[in-house]
């Protein structure tokens, strides 16, 4: 037996609008670990909800999950009294959990999933994107196949974005513990969008050389699917939170936090080994930029107890654990420069490095990170490179930028930055992402 038969949109919100229903011309719904998610990619969903507002959707919905899950899952999280509030026009749902405690696991999924049915099953236009694959994209497509299969999908258009954790943490630990159903399912959800996309060039490689893995292993057909289909489209950034900075503005927060502008090293991130942060107190504590400038470790995670522990007994060490996005900019333009000497770890990889290309953006102090992942693609020819997991080197490139670098390669630096990251502008980002040449909506036959 076939899906039920629907009405043709057109009909459908015509009989709505008799019985004084009205619903949005077109919505875009993104599924994704949204604020108050300390990670770059609920920034992305967040901008890339607030362009849509001018691109002619009028309805956005983030669909993600409860504050006390997200908690208890233990990712850091933001100070909740101080979340940017998002425009008009953007809803925020977090559906509960769907059964009791005989259901351990799937809970949350299905609350997420039969919220996205009831959106589908409305006569609007919709755009679904999906970002970390597990397990939002396998919301999108469980639930664009109940409404088909119920008759009620009318109207939807489906993109996947495969950010840093579903290759790093997901793919990968497929392969290395031979899960290879696993990655199946994953590859198969993913290429089942009607679009797929990575967050860089490197993620996308990654992606392709997993897929020849699973291929080698199980005689699939991925490696050639992802080759030919997968695109690239970059983190979208608010540059204009980073542009032109008011001077006093910069100062009144450093104040707030004691600091001075250039008196500082900062190191603004989630706290995890991957991220290097280990190796910087390292390397600052045998510095001879440590007489001059503070070192600032701005964020939290699962690695901040062993971090305070590291730098026990120096008092030029500060935490900032508490640091919202309003905060952000003005620390990442007064610091005398910022390090981010991330490198590769079984779990994770930086896949592209958003806080590199908004640091940029912010101007002031240089740049030094690593060659690790996508992180050239986020920071171009604009940045210190030193090698991964060299302390020495990671030393010897604080005492250059604090005690020798000129003002002539600080500012040359800091310009092309600035030219650099701005090709992340959200606006840019999502017009490439939503191009009008995108293949079709899907459509029941109905409205053929």
Request: charged share 25%; hydrophobic share 45%.
């Amino acid at each position: 037996m076939g899906p039920i038969s629907a009405p043709p949109i057109a009909v459908r919100r015509a009989r709505a609008a008799s019985d004084g229903l009205t619903y949005p011309e077109r919505r875009l719904v993104i599924v994704v670990r949204a604020d108050p998610v300390i990670c770059g990619h609920s920034g992305e969903a967040r901008n890339l909800a607030e362009v849509a507002l001018t691109r002619g959707f009028d309805d956005v919905r983030l669909l993600t999950w409860p504050i006390a899950t997200l908690a208890a899952a233990g990712l850091p999280l933001k100070p909740l009294d101080r979340l940017q509030p998002y425009s008009d026009g953007i809803t925020v749902e977090r559906p509960d959990a769907v059964g009791d405690y005989r259901v351990p696991d799937g809970r949350h999924l299905a609350g997420l999933t039969g919220r996205l049915v009831e959106l589908l099953a409305e006569p609007v236009p919709t755009t679904c994107l999906s970002m970390y694959l597990a397990p939002h994209a396998n919301v999108i497509m469980d639930a664009v196949t109940a409404t088909h299969a119920a008759g009620l999908l009318t109207d939807v258009h489906t993109i996947a974005k495969a950010v840093g954790s579903d290759v790093t943490n997901v793919i990968r630990s497929c392969l290395r513990e031979r899960r290879f159903g696993a990655a199946i399912a994953l590859l198969t959800t993913y290429l089942a969008n009607d679009e797929v996309v990575a967050v860089s060039e490197y993620t996308r490689d990654e992606i392709v050389l997993a897929a020849e893995a699973v291929d080698e292993h199980c005689g699939t057909l991925f490696a050639q699917q992802c080759r030919a289909r997968v695109t690239v489209s970059y983190p979208p950034i608010d540059t204009s939170a980073y542009l032109d900075l008011d001077p006093r503005a910069v100062d009144a927060t450093l104040a707030r936090r004691g600091l001075d502008r250039d008196g500082y090293v900062l190191f603004l991130s989630r706290v995890t080994k991957a991220k290097g942060v280990h190796d910087l107190v390292a390397a600052y504590a045998t510095s001879r930029a440590r007489d001059r400038v503070k070192l600032v470790i701005a964020g939290t995670g699962p690695a901040l107890a062993e971090v305070r522990a590291l730098a026990a007994g120096d008092d030029r060490v500060v935490f900032l654990t508490d640091v919202d996005d309003d905060e952000k900019p003005p620390l990442m333009r007064g610091c005398m420069t910022y390090a981010l000497p991330t490198k590769e770890e079984p779990d994770f990889v930086e896949t592209f490095g958003i806080a590199l290309a908004e640091k940029l953006l912010a101007g002031g102090g240089p740049v030094i990170t690593t060659l690790t992942g996508g992180t050239g693609e986020a920071v171009g020819d604009a940045a210190v490179i030193v090698p991964a997991d060299d302390i020495p080197a990671l030393t010897a490139a604080l005492d250059r930028v604090v005690l020798e670098m000129s003002e002539h390669e600080r500012r040359s630096l800091e310009r092309r930055g600035r030219e650099h990251a701005l090709a992340f502008d959200r606006f840019r980002v999502f017009d490439d992402l939503f191009r009008p040449e995108a293949p079709p909506l899907r459509r029941a036959l109905h409205d053929d």
